[in-house]
Structures are given as C-alpha cells and as structure tokens.
C-alpha cells in the first residue's frame, strides 16, 4: 500500500486548506479506517483525525474538532482533510496514514496504523 500526501503550503491564521491523501496498492481502500496525524518539531506525532472505512465514522482530536473535517472518496481511494480557521499552532508536517486491521475503526494510535505517507508541511503564520 502507498500513501501519497499533498496539499499542504503556507497560510495566514484564519485561513483554509485542504490536504489530499491518494492510495495505491492491492488493498480493498473502502474497508480500512484511514487517518491523519501531525508532528510539529521537537513534538510527537500527534493524532488528528480518523475514518472508518465502509460506514465513515468520523472522530477528531479535541484541538481540532469544529476547525477540520475529514472525509474520504472510497471510489477515488483519496482521503481528505478540509482545514479550516487555522491556527499557528497547526504548523506542522502532517501524515495520511491507514490502520493494519480493519477491525480497528476509532483507530485514534500511532501503533494501530501501519502504512504511512511522506508527509506534507503545514504552516500558518500569525
């Protein structure tokens, strides 16, 4: 399974983007909870978001919740992350990432996910 991250880029507090996350491989997409993660220097990575895959529950940390809004297009085998209102503290290199089991549906640890994108920079300015 590849995972290939995009969409990250320079901007202002307030402002939006929108990361994209395209999956290949010989894996059935629809069926795995998917997620996004973010380290910012010196830090953890740190959950954000996750969907599970054939009925999309959705489940977001606390710092994000209200601001992001995570989806996925099963059919496309692309994950999304729609980041609105955005805060300096959001700078960060944020990863897709897909679990190892698909049992696993709040899937909220790094452990659980087992094939990760390269990553894509995010960063807000004040």
């Known amino acids: 399974v590849q995972l290939q991250a995009s969409g990250g880029g320079l901007v202002q507090a307030g402002g939006s983007l929108r990361l994209s996350c395209k999956a290949s491989?010989?894996?059935?997409?629809?069926?795995?909870?998917m997620g996004w993660f973010r380290q910012a220097p010196g830090k953890e990575r740190e959950f954000v978001a996750c969907?599970?895959?054939?009925?999309?529950?959705?489940f977001y940390a606390e710092s994000v919740l209200g601001r992001f809004t995570i989806s996925r297009d099963n059919a496309e085998t692309t994950l999304y992350l729609q980041m609105d209102t955005l805060k300096p503290e959001d700078t960060a290199v944020y990863y897709c990432?897909?679990?190892?089991?698909?049992?696993?549906?709040?899937?909220?640890?790094?452990?659980?996910?087992?094939?990760w994108g390269q990553g894509t920079q995010v960063t807000v300015s004040s």
């Open positions: 491989g010989p894996r059935i997409f629809s069926a795995y909870t």
């Open positions: 990432a897909t679990v190892e089991d698909a049992s696993y549906t709040d899937a909220i640890s790094v452990v659980q996910y087992k094939y």
């Open positions: 969907i599970s895959g054939n009925y999309p529950n959705t």
